[in-house]
C-alpha cells in the first residue's frame, strides 16, 4: 500500500498568514494528489486535484504544488472559515490512502 | 445538482452484520466511480471500497476484505455496503463519496455505524 505522510500534524495561524502543508508518498504516484479540507462534524470537500488544479468553486487563495513524492498545499492569506483540518490523498492505486490530516488552528 | 445521501447506520455488537444505503441524485451511480470513506471518531479518514469506473472490479482496503460487499442497484440509483463480521474497530462514520482517480467531488453527509456488546 502506498503510504501518505502529512507534515505537520497541526499548526497555529493567524488571519492574514500563508500556510504551507506537506505530504509524501512513499512510492510514485504520478500526479494522482489531491487535497480535502474538513470542518468538524461535516463531511470533507474537494480542494485540489491531480496535484494542482482547482476544484470547481474553490478560492484561488489554495494552491496545490509539487511532484514526486512532495507535494504541498498553501493557502495564502488565511481566512476565519479555512480553519479546520486538511488532508491529502492518492488515488494513483488502490487502495487510495490518505495523509493522517492537519489541524489549521488559530 | 449531485446529492449523496446515505442512511442504514445504528448499533450493532460485535459479529454483527448492517447494511449501508446511499441514495445517489444527478447523476448515474451506474456509470460513475463510487467509493465508502469511513472516519473512526477523532481520527482520520480511511477508504473503505469503491468502483473505479462503471466497468472496472470492486477494490476493498485489507482491513475489510472479505467482510464487506460493495453492491450498487441502478435501477434505484443507489450504492450499498454490505458489513458482515462486524468488529469493535469498524466503528466510524461512514460516507458515501463520488469520484475516482480525479478525487472525491461529491459527499453524503456520513452515517455513523458503532460496533458495541
Known amino acids: 500500500d502506498i503510504q501518505m505522510t502529512q507534515s505537520p500534524s497541526s499548526l497555529s495561524a493567524s488571519v492574514g498568514d500563508r500556510v504551507t502543508i506537506t505530504c509524501r508518498a512513499s512510492q510514485s504516484i504520478a500526479s494522482y494528489l489531491n487535497w480535502y479540507q474538513q470542518k468538524p462534524g461535516k463531511a470533507p470537500k474537494l480542494l485540489i486535484y491531480a496535484v494542482s488544479s482547482l476544484q470547481s468553486g474553490v478560492p484561488s487563495r489554495f494552491r496545490g504544488s509539487g511532484s514526486g513524492p512532495d507535494f504541498s498545499l498553501t493557502i495564502n492569506s488565511l481566512q476565519p472559515e479555512d480553519f479546520a483540518t486538511y488532508y491529502c490523498?492518492?488515488?494513483?492505486?488502490?487502495?487510495?490512502?490518505f495523509g493522517q490530516g492537519t489541524k489549521v488552528e488559530i | 445538482e449531485v446529492q449523496l445521501l446515505e442512511s442504514g447506520g445504528g448499533l450493532v455488537q460485535p459479529g454483527g452484520s448492517l447494511r449501508l444505503s446511499c441514495e445517489a441524485s444527478g447523476f448515474s451511480v451506474g456509470s460513475s466511480a463510487m467509493s465508502w470513506v469511513r472516519q473512526a471518531p477523532g481520527k482520520g479518514l480511511e477508504w473503505v471500497s469503491g468502483?473505479?469506473?462503471?466497468?472496472?472490479?470492486?477494490y476493498y482496503a485489507d482491513a475489510v476484505q472479505g467482510r464487506f460487499t460493495i453492491s450498487r442497484d441502478t435501477s434505484k440509483n443507489n450504492l450499498h455496503l454490505q458489513m458482515n463480521s462486524l468488529r469493535v474497530e469498524d466503528t466510524a462514520v461512514y460516507f458515501c463519496?463520488?469520484?475516482?482517480?480525479?478525487?472525491?467531488?461529491?459527499w453524503g453527509q456520513g452515517t455513523l455505524v458503532t460496533v458495541a456488546s
Open positions: 468502483f473505479t469506473t462503471s466497468t472496472a472490479g470492486t
Open positions: 490523498q492518492q488515488s494513483y492505486s488502490t487502495p487510495w490512502t
Open positions: 463519496a463520488k469520484g475516482g482517480g480525479g478525487g472525491f467531488a461529491s
